[in-house]
């Protein structure tokens, strides 16, 4: 018999991975992955994405400029660009292989299909735990270079500092959702040790004694 966690657990994993998607693929197209904003010119922040720079001015107009030249980018926005649509890349593929390894898609219905439908979920539960580590990869080490600069002290403390933008913290939802999806399609795996039922027909042989004659003999009859 089918086990209701199981499936809870599944469906959970599929919602939480979708979520996890979108969050990954926000974050690799927002423009706030850096902010950086001065006293001199307190009217306007300045923004930096993996595409493109903003400048945004308090009254919330926002003009945007993309990168001039690929070779011409840092290498954290390289290495953040590469890894972040590997992540992305990663996660869709891992919720195709998903979809059809549930129980409440009709699917591989012949009698070792199961096996098959927990080897499609082991292995989106793969490709979400690695989507999560490599998406949470870049957002780290950005961060930890904004953290290092930031507290430098042989900058002076008029010269402006990078700090954390929005698209850093959607990045690390992203990448914490994915492992909870990875998690949840486990989980869902360790208790599918069975087939599905199926009915099974017996052919039954029913002998019948031959009836004694009244002499007390069995007669038999051809």
């Given at each position: 018999?089918?086990n209701?966690?199981?499936s809870?657990?599944?469906?959970?994993?599929?919602?939480?991975?979708?979520?996890?998607?979108?969050?990954s693929?926000?974050?690799?197209?927002?423009?706030?992955?850096?902010?950086?904003?001065?006293?001199?010119?307190?009217?306007?922040?300045?923004?930096?994405?993996?595409?493109?720079?903003?400048?945004?001015?308090?009254?919330?107009?926002t003009?945007?400029?993309?990168?001039?030249?690929l070779?011409?980018?840092?290498?954290?926005?390289?290495l953040?660009?590469?890894?972040?649509?590997?992540?992305?890349?990663?996660?869709?593929?891992?919720?195709?292989?998903?979809?059809?390894?549930l129980?409440?898609?009709?699917?591989?219905?012949w009698?070792?299909?199961?096996?098959?439908?927990?080897?499609?979920?082991?292995?989106?539960?793969?490709?979400?735990?690695?989507?999560?580590?490599?998406?949470?990869?870049?957002?780290?080490?950005?961060?930890?270079?904004?953290?290092?600069?930031?507290?430098?002290?042989?900058l002076?403390?008029v010269?402006?500092?990078?700090?954390?933008?929005?698209?850093?913290?959607?990045?690390?939802?992203?990448?914490?959702?994915?492992?909870?999806?990875a998690?949840?399609?486990?989980?869902?795996?360790?208790?599918?040790?069975?087939?599905?039922?199926?009915?099974v027909?017996?052919?039954?042989?029913?002998?019948?004694?031959?009836?004694?004659?009244?002499?007390?003999k069995?007669?038999?009859?051809?």
């Amino acid at each position: 018999m089918s086990n209701p966690c199981s499936s809870l657990l599944e469906v959970l994993g599929l919602i939480v991975g979708v979520g996890a998607w979108f969050c990954s693929l926000a974050a690799t197209i927002m423009p706030s992955w850096k902010s950086l904003s001065t006293e001199l010119l307190s009217a306007e922040s300045y923004e930096v994405g993996l595409w493109e720079t903003c400048v945004v001015q308090e009254g919330g107009a926002t003009e945007c400029r993309e990168y001039d030249s690929l070779l011409g980018l840092s290498h954290d926005i390289m290495l953040a660009r590469i890894l972040m649509c590997l992540s992305d890349a990663l996660a869709l593929l891992g919720i195709i292989i998903a979809i059809p390894g549930l129980k409440q898609v009709k699917s591989c219905q012949w009698e070792e299909g199961w096996r098959v439908k927990r080897g499609m979920k082991i292995t989106a539960g793969i490709l979400f735990l690695i989507a999560g580590i490599v998406g949470l990869i870049p957002v780290s080490f950005m961060a930890h270079d904004i953290v290092k600069k930031f507290f430098d002290h042989s900058l002076p403390e008029v010269v402006p500092r990078f700090e954390f933008g929005d698209a850093m913290f959607v990045g690390w939802a992203a990448g914490f959702l994915h492992v909870v999806a990875a998690i949840l399609f486990f989980a869902s795996c360790s208790g599918l040790g069975y087939a599905e039922p199926r009915l099974v027909y017996h052919r039954r042989q029913n002998e019948y004694p031959n009836a004694p004659g009244p002499s007390g003999k069995r007669t038999e009859y051809v």
